[in-house]
């Protein structure tokens, strides 16, 4: 599984816009690995962008999608009201904080029909009778964990492959549950120190992600351990990328310090650090996915109104590092990158 890339590079499912299929293709057809985003988008909408990548690369390419939780506990009143008083400001009507399953059940039933080779989940395992229906039908499962005892509940419903994910990561930690009284959400691993930790309890392929932006740090994942590594953050600024203009200013200006914060999701998600991280974050509560569609149309309006101070910035430890411009000559340094760090392992012989 990922052992046929001519580079071991896979484009990292980023949900709300900034994966799409022209990135999934151009990063496919420059040797790699892509995978959609299914997360927050409906099964028909899936299913169109699943047909439109397939007919711009004939290289296979994974789906993502969000594993349902339960509905939140958590008293939403004074979060609700911060931001009515930023979408008034903004001339729009927040969303109703309610709970959904991501259509998740027929987003599954859409990755089945289109036999998608490789199918990712995010914040939770799938059940074993859905991992049986993916391996009957030809597919391979990848679960993204955050810790050594998520990888042993993806090992345990049969998961083909583990996406280690790294605190370094940018937007949602791939957390199973979310600690509300814990910073980040629960348990913090360095991707290293947990492809250390993970490839000592499994021999199944290890993929690494969280701040991955040069080719030295795919260098470094693989020599411990990694089968591949997924970026994310390293190709929000390239020309095919869905990112909305002003979040790729912000990127582009740098200086902003990343954080954890559930402000705009009711998840801890890496962002850069603006207002809404910086005044919402000490009291929004664990409450994905209410928060996250109580939010959307205000980080929306945001956006259109190219006022980076209430998006939701989401971005990797690392983001000030990374590349720009077509997707190919990211990957292309990122492999030139990746070599000039194996010849200086050579000093190990």
Known sequence: ???????????????????????????????????????????????????????LTGEQFGVNLFVP??????????????????????????????WDDDAYAAKLEVVLERKVPVVSFTFGTPSVEDVERLHANGSKVAVTVTSPAEADHAVAVGA???????????????????????????????????????????????????????GADIAAVLAAGAVAAQLGTAFLRADEAGTQPAH????????????????????????????????????????????????????????????PEIMSLYAGQTYELAGFGPAASIVERLQAEAREAATRLSRLH
């Open 248 to 307: 790729r200013q912000a990127l582009a200006d740098g200086g902003r310090p990343t954080a954890f914060t559930r402000a705009f999701s009711g998840r801890p998600a890496r962002s850069l650090v603006n207002r809404a991280v910086a005044d919402f974050s000490a009291t929004a509560p664990s409450a994905y996915p209410e928060v996250n569609n109580l939010t959307k149309p205000v980080r929306a309006a945001a956006g259109k109104a190219g006022d």
């Open 69 to 98: 939780g339960g509905a939140a506990e958590a008293d939403l009143g004074a979060h609700i009201e911060r931001w009515r008083a930023e979408a008034e400001r903004l001339g729009v009507e927040p969303g109703e904080p309610r």
């Open 160 to 214: 083909d492959a583990l996406v280690v994910q790294g605190f370094e990561a940018g937007a949602h930690r791939g957390l199973f549950a979310d600690e509300p009284g814990a910073e980040g959400g629960g348990a913090q691993y360095g991707v290293l120190s947990l492809l250390r930790l993970v490839s000592a309890r499994t021999d199944l392929p290890l993929v690494a992600t969280g701040g991955l932006v040069h």
């Open 1 to 55: 599984m990922f052992d046929d890339l001519r580079f071991p590079v896979i484009a990292a499912p980023m949900a709300g816009g900034p994966t799409t299929p022209e990135l999934v293709a151009a990063v496919t057809a420059a040797g790699g690995f892509g995978f959609l985003a299914g997360g927050y988008l409906s099964a028909d909408a899936l299913a169109d962008r699943i047909a439109k990548t397939a007919g």
